[in-house]
Structures are given as structure tokens and as C-alpha cells.
DNA sequence: TCTGGGGTCCTAGGACCC
DNA sequence: TCTGGGGTCCTAGGACCC
């Protein structure tokens, strides 16, 4: 039996707990750069107002002239309640298994087993009490079943579902293109095939799920049907590949001011890297043309991007050596006077820091952390983000930083921000 | 004027090996 | 009357997730 809990509107419900005239008022939390509503709460949702809809298509209707709140995304606030939410699942349940920021997939312990109902209750009840976020609870026999649990639970006052063993009602009350793992390219396809429901989905012959959407969707239907295929991920496990990548809060025009903005978000996921004790073999840096119309013409994104791919002389998670290197290798990439709204680093060929490797013959590669850079992640844990910077990153006041206009307090991670009462 | 960021997995096809 | 068989590794692209 597999339970799934996660935040209600969890970002917009992070930022009511910090600020409580925030209750029963329409609020969203916007995107990076104040971009466009990424978390509603339910009275906002009530408005008709969708999922990504532009901030600056709602400025008008901003309180205090108008009836809606904005927040800028705060993800050190929502990554310190994520953490606080883990700490009370692990002390409930037998095993907890983080899936993201705001989800988490947990087993009851066995005595639990014939009053989940009332166990799902008791774990709603505590994380709303201590830590201020109401939450849904699903529980089921995998996790596909158990994520439709959590939105039937949601819907609910006391919050909570159990799938019964015996669903063909509910499924059949589903569209497919509800289930998880069905994105929004396959509800076209299996249309064609005359899978309407997530009954249908489960009662699908597997061949024609196979061809319809591999392997990935034979596994959904499985899930369906109450056998275990999602493999359990660690939110928190060493990753494949790490990036950073941001829309600048003003266009750059010139290749000198593009080469600081890349050298710091390479700075970024060089901290997020070595944070796994990792070390890259090299990366892909590209950065985003503004087109006109880019978001008119919907999709079409061909042709905006400019980008390389750059190999690092031995693996490394020094920053210095890894912004010599795309110095070096992008030259003339970046044509100077092209107007880029975004760019990025992703950095790729990750492994641990020491681990046993292929060894080159002809050379003697040290593959160990920068003691250097150990050094400078500490000082800045210390006395804040980006008090120790390095040069290549720019000695002036970023223009393409990015806007963040209505941030909350780091509320509780921060002791120049805690919550003023009166 | 103004639209986010960070990931995962799977598959097909090509290059290459003996 | 005619040119093998069995693999691995890498990459790009597509689909999905939050």
C-alpha cells in the first residue's frame, strides 16, 4: 500500500503561512522574473485565471486597485517547508520517499493498514497544525492509483481518499489524459485507438499500448491495473546532469555582458554540484535570442538558440577552470548586438568526486574536489550567497538580474527576516 | 514593451568493435 | 548463381514530470 501527501496550492500556501492576510484572498506566486502565475490558490483558480497565464496581462486587476495578490517565488521559504513536511512524514510513516518540492510518497506502517483512512487524517491534521500547510492524502496499491487517490482526497473536507480495490467507477469517470504519465501529446493518439478513460487505459491490449506509447505508457496501464512499475526516485539523489539557465530582467545586447551572466549561472551549478560532491566532464552553454512573436507563433522556438557544447580538460567542479574553458570555446558563438533574453548552462558527464574511473594512459588526471572552492562554498554559507564571487561574473550591478518585485521574508531561514506580528 | 526553471527516461539510428 | 552475426556506445529528439 502506497500513500501519496503533497501540498495543497503549496506555494501559494507556503507564503500564507508567512503572511495570513494572504487567507481566503485570490493569490498566486509567480514564475522566475515575474513572469507568469505558476501556484493559484483556490480563490484565484475560482476566477477563471489558468495556470501560466502572464503577470502582466493581470497588473491592472493587482490589489490594492484591484482584488488580486502576487508573490514572486521564494523557493528558499518552500524548500525549508518541504523539509519541515519530510520531517513530520518520516516520524509517521514506515518509509518516505520524496518525489518533489512538494510531494511525497510514503508506506503506512503495518498496523496502519486497517484504518487508512483514519491515518491519512492524523498525518493531514499534524502537518497542518505544525507547520501550516493543509494537504491531500491518497493511498492506493501503486503509485499511478495512489497520485488519483490524492486528487479525489483533495476535493474532499476531510482531505482523504482510499482507492477501492474494486475502481472501474472512478476509472471510468477519469480521462485518460488525466492519468500520470499521460502528458499532452498522447491523448491524440490514444483517441485513435478509442482509449477515452483510464479504464479503457487499463483494459488496453499491451501491444497496442506499446505501440501507442512504448514501454513508458505499458507501464502506466500496469499501474492501473495494481502492479508495481514506477521505480522509486530519490528527490534527493545524485543527478545526471545539473543546470542553471534564467530570462534576464532586461535583453543583453553585448557579448562582454552575455559572458558575465554565463560565468555566473556556471558559478550556480558549479555550487549545486559540488553540493553532491560530483565532479563534470564538460558542458553545454547556449543562450536565447528575443524574437518578436516568439510566443505568438506558440512553440515554433527553431532558430533562437545559439549554443555549444564544451569539454572540460579533465573532469572538474572548479568554477574558474570551468569558465576558462567556455571563454576559450565559445569565441565568436554569441554575435554581439543580438538582443538574448535567456541563457543557460547545463553541465553533463557527473560523477562522484574520487570515485573509481577509466583511467587515461597518457595522462595523470587528478579527479578530486577544489579544496579552493570548498573554501569559498563554506564563506558563503556563512555570510550569504554570492559574498565571494569571482571576477568573470562582473564587478557591476547585473542589468539582466532578474525581477523578483514581491518577494516574501526567508522567513524561516533567515534571522534578518523572521515574520514581524505587531 | 511584458510569458519559468530543472529534471528524468525511452527510442531510433549511426558509428564502431571483433 | 554467391557477400555474417552479434554486440556496445553515443547522440538527438521526443515525451513526460513537478
Known sequence: MIGLVDGNNFFVSCERVVDPKLNGKPVAVLSNNDGCCVSRSNEFKALGIGMGVPYYQLKDREYPKGDLFFRSSNYELYGDMSRRIIEV?????????????????????????????????????????WIGIPCGVGFASTKTLAKIANHIGKKLPEG????????????????????????????AKLRAERIMTAKDLRDAPDDVLRSVGGVTLLRTALELRGVECHEDRDYAADPDSVSCSRSFGEKVGDAATLMEAIASFTAQAAVKLRRH??????????????????????????????????????????????????????????????????????????????????????????????PLYRTIDAINARLGRGKVFSAAEGMRAPSWQMKRSKMSRRATTNWNELITVR
Open 160 to 187: 482523504v481518499f482510499v482507492m477501492p480495490d474494486e475502481a472501474d467507477g472512478i476509472l471510468a469517470g477519469l480521462p485518460a489524459g488525466e492519468v500520470w504519465g499521460v502528458g499532452r501529446r498522447l491523448p
Open 89 to 129: 512524514l518520516r516520524g509517521m510513516a514506515a518509509d518516505v520517499m520524496q518525489y518533489s518540492i512538494d510531494e511525497a510518497f510514503i508506506r503506512p506502517p503495518t498496523p496502519e493498514l486497517g484504518r487508512l483512512a483514519d491515518y491519512g487524517g492524523r498525518i493531514r491534521s499534524r502537518i497542518l497544525k
Open 277 to 370: 560532491g560530483m565532479l563534470a566532464a564538460g558542458c553545454n552553454v547556449y543562450a536565447q535570442v528575443a524574437t518578436p512573436g516568439l510566443f505568438e507563433r506558440g512553440g515554433d522556438w527553431e532558430g533562437s538558440f545559439h549554443g555549444c557544447t564544451v569539454a572540460f580538460p579533465a573532469p572538474t567542479d572548479a568554477t574558474n577552470v570551468m569558465t576558462e574553458a567556455i571563454r576559450r570555446s565559445i569565441g565568436a558563438l554569441f554575435v554581439s548586438g543580438a538582443k538574448y533574453r535567456k541563457a543557460g548552462v547545463v553541465l553533463f558527464g557527473l560523477e562522484k568526486a574520487g570515485a573509481v574511473h577509466q583511467t587515461d594512459l597518457f595522462r595523470s588526471e587528478q579527479r578530486v574536489a577544489s
